[in-house]
Every structure is written in structure tokens, then in C-alpha cells.
């Protein structure tokens, strides 16, 4: 029979196996650098652990992850000797090159010059598909809050795109 300590890390390990992929791929849009994509996750999944004896309770502990992954982005102060990396390839180099590959190349570029915040709400709202109020939630601020940072990450990704009215960000950026 398996002692509490190896059940308690048995399903913590389930649990980070099943969510290593979105996590990753999320952290890899909000950053756009797949070492520091691993870098996020580490740091998330650590912190997990460290709280996995407290997460009985949580309702949505995908979502309470994600809300970490993205914490870790908007508050990154990392030392570049901390870096780990969790895969031998990048995101890419399973996927066959698609069409757009050029388009979608320009819309990470111009992504990575919107301000950070602004880029983790775009990355969230157009990208992971999540609705304003649970975008809302995971940065801790208002669906108002939500809307307005959208709006003028918008702008910014617009004006990095040279004035393109209208610009398919869902599919330029989504596939990774």
C-alpha cells in the first residue's frame, strides 16, 4: 500500500502530465521564447507542488494553474543562469510548416512589443478562447478591466502591424 506522501505526488503527477501541453502552449504564446515558456511552467508547477496538500478545495485547479502561468508571466524577474528547460524540441518542430507561417511569424513579432499585460489578455481572450470574465479572473482585475486592456492591446498590435485595420490574430498567432 502506498504511503500519503506517494499518493499525494502519484496525483500531482497525473495531474501536471495531463496539463503539461496547455500550460506550456499558453506560456509559449504570453512569451513567445520557448525557453522562457519552459521557465513559466517550471516556476507554476513548483509552486503547485509546494501547495498540492492545500488544492483539495479548488473547484477549477486547470484554471487555478493557468491563473499561476500567467501571474508568473506578468511578474517574470528571472536570473538568465535560472533557466530549465522540460523538452528536447520546441513547440514547432513536430507540425509540419503551414501557409500563413509568415503572417504568423509577423503577428508574434508585433505581439512581443505589446506591453505585457496587454499581450497576456490578448494571449488569453483570442488565443486560448477564454471569456472576459475568466480572463478577468485569472489577472485579477475587473471584466471592464478586461475589456479596456483588450481594446488597447488591439491598438498596439495594430500599430506594430502598420496601421492593418483588420488583422486574423486568431489564426496567425494560435498555431504552434
Known amino acids: 500500500m502506498a504511503s500519503k506522501n506517494e499518493q499525494r505526488d502519484a496525483e500531482y503527477t497525473e495531474f501536471v502530465s495531463a496539463q503539461l501541453t496547455s500550460l506550456r502552449r499558453t506560456a ?3 512569451c513567445g521564447d520557448t ?6 511552467v517550471q516556476q507554476a508547477i513548483t509552486k503547485l507542488y509546494v501547495r498540492w496538500h492545500r488544492t483539495r478545495d479548488v473547484v477549477h485547479l486547470d484554471r487555478y494553474v493557468r491563473t499561476m502561468l500567467v501571474r508568473e508571466f506578468l511578474d517574470e524577474r528571472r536570473l ?5 528547460r522540460l523538452f528536447g524540441h520546441t513547440p514547432d518542430e513536430r507540425r509540419q510548416p503551414e501557409p500563413n507561417t509568415d503572417l504568423r ?18 494571449v488569453l481572450r483570442f488565443l486560448c478562447d477564454l471569456p472576459v470574465d475568466e480572463v478577468a479572473q ?17 491598438a498596439a498590435l495594430r500599430r506594430h502591424l502598420g496601421g492593418a485595420a483588420d488583422f486574423p490574430l486568431t489564426t496567425a498567432a494560435r498555431s504552434h
Not at 80 to 84: E, F, G, L, N
Not at 111 to 122: D, G, I
Not at 141 to 149: I, L, M, N, R, Y
Open 80 to 84: 538568465s543562469w535560472a533557466k530549465v
Open 138 to 154: 485569472l489577472l485579477g482585475c475587473s471584466p471592464g478591466t478586461v475589456k479596456s486592456q483588450t481594446s488597447h492591446g488591439l
Open 105 to 122: 511569424l509577423v503577428v508574434r513579432a508585433a505581439l512581443e512589443q505589446v506591453p505585457r499585460r496587454q499581450r497576456a489578455v490578448l
Open 28 to 30: 509559449f504564446l504570453l
Open 35 to 40: 525557453h522562457r515558456a519552459d521557465d513559466l
